[in-house]
């Protein structure tokens, strides 16, 4: 477990963070959805803070990330943690770099106040579904995440 550490991205990290953001991308199979780029990346992450990121090393190498934001329960009056992608590099998967990302973000959670850590994860991922239950997560099988983007985000604005 010595060989296994964290850290917050930083700017300089933000070509890696795309690079990380392609192969998850590729791995849900939806490469083409990726608009982001790096300078993307650095203004709304670090210029304007709308998300954090960190960073999972092995032995001293980064071989995963967890992305994630504040989001706000007015059930809960307070803040949580929403975690919007959480990614492994395949030859490092199965040494605990997952577990301990997340265990990173609910110790944060812990720390800020907040009510609750939480994510969507895709139906057929069925590995991930595993992982998650395999810790003690809840699927929130009562709710449908909805979105609106691109042209039907303009149409609704007008």
Known sequence: MDKISFRFAQRKDCVLLLDFIRRLASYENMEDAV????DLLEEWIFDKGRAEVILAMYDGKEVGFALFFHNFSTWLG???????????????????????LLKQLARLALERGCGRLEWACLDWNTPSIEFYKSLGALPMDEWTTYRLSGDTLEAMAK
Request: glycine share 18%.
């Open 78 to 100: 307070r803040a949580g943690i929403y975690l919007e992608d959480l990614f492994v590099l395949p030859e490092y998967r199965g040494l605990g770099l997952g577990k301990g």
């Open 35 to 38: 608009v982001a780029d790096a």
